[in-house]
């Protein structure tokens, strides 16, 4: 009696005959080992090495370490915040996942002289964020929903919000403070995240997750980092990191060129001569040849001033028939109470 064929032997004998022949085994082990490549995308390069998104992970892993502790005192119970990822993506990428009741919130970025880039966008899961708001107003219990998805928050629930997350903000520069100085303010809460128009849709950025954990509930926070603001701090840290990487005497080399072109930068001097206060009156009156007394000797001191400060003393005199001023000191800026030692 002839065997009879099974239908996965069946299927095994037609694979291995479109593969080429050979066992239908070896053609499956072929298969499983073959090795799978992302697509890259030529229209869209990505702008931020894995060096920099390294950087960014160091960052964020101290940042949540940081923000456990504030978050366990503030929220009097156990919360744990562990990074969960950080990804490169276009903004519009990251606004499609927004829904219309989210509420986000925008964060300005300044090094210290002035506001840099786009905002700085976080967005807490509502779950997580009623929860946090729920041991706000003094519950106890570990319990949370994680299927809320989708909330309209109250008034005093947004006000809340506010605080909780200008307690996250407060601490974001401990993350940073190991290569640079940076303050973060929270600019404003954002209601209708879908109408938002701060960032350009196509611009790179990247994402920051994080996992928390508040008692049983576990949820995300994630942070959108603009190129714009990403940019100008690596740009700050590559310059610090070449300033500090030079030697002693390139450093002196450096600042005796910056002199040098520091030298041919052109100031106003001035010398006050004296001061004196007149009524309107005499001003009126005032006819050529009639002398205002200045009250100060002919052969008082003379203080000479550069760029509205006084740096100089000298003395009034002539020179080759012009006026001159012959320094004499150099003037004492420095406060009374200071000299006194107090």
């Not at 929860?131 to 106890?140: A, F, R, V």
């Not at 980092?225 to 100008?232: E, K």
């Amino acid at each position: 009696m002839s065997e009879v064929l099974t239908q996965a032997q069946i299927d095994a004998l037609l694979n291995s005959m479109a593969g080429g022949g050979g066992d239908a085994e070896e053609s499956a082990v072929e298969k499983k080992e073959e090795i799978k490549y992302k697509k890259y995308d030529f229209f869209s390069p990505k702008k931020f090495t894995r060096d920099k998104l390294r950087l960014l992970k160091s960052v964020y892993e101290t940042y949540s370490r940081v923000v456990s502790s504030r978050l366990n005192s503030v929220l009097r119970t156990g919360c744990q915040v562990e990074i969960f990822d950080v990804e490169e993506q276009r903004y519009y990428e990251f606004a499609n996942s927004l829904h219309e009741s989210d509420v986000v919130t925008l964060i300005g970025t300044d090094v210290g002289d002035g506001r840099i880039g786009e905002p700085v966008i976080m967005k807490v899961d509502p779950s997580m964020m009623l929860s946090m708001i729920d041991h706000m107003l003094g519950s106890t219990s570990d319990d949370g929903d994680d299927s809320v998805t989708s909330y309209t928050y109250t008034d005093i629930e947004l006000r809340i919000y506010n605080v909780i997350v200008g307690y996250m903000i407060d601490v974001m520069p401990d993350g940073w403070s190991n290569y640079i100085e940076l303050n973060f303010e929270l600019e404003r809460l954002e209601t209708n995240p879908t109408m938002m128009q701060e960032i350009s849709r196509d611009e790179s950025v990247a994402i920051v997750i994080l996992d928390v954990q508040l008692g049983n509930l576990e949820g995300k926070i994630s942070i959108c980092l603009p190129d714009s603001v990403l940019s100008s701090i690596f740009k700050i840290m590559e310059r610090k990191s070449s300033r500090d990487s030079l030697s002693e005497e390139e450093k002196e080399e450096t600042s005796k060129i910056i002199y040098e072109h520091l030298k041919k930068t052109s100031l106003e001097m001035k010398a006050e001569l004296g001061k004196s206060e007149l009524l309107l009156r005499d001003i009126y009156s005032l006819q050529v040849g009639d002398v205002i007394n200045l009250n100060k000797a002919k052969d008082s001191e003379v203080y000479l001033t550069v760029a509205d400060k006084t740096c100089f003393k000298g003395y009034l005199g002539t020179n080759n028939k012009n006026m001159a001023i012959k320094i004499s000191d150099v003037y004492d800026n420095t406060p009374v109470s200071s000299q006194r030692g107090e």
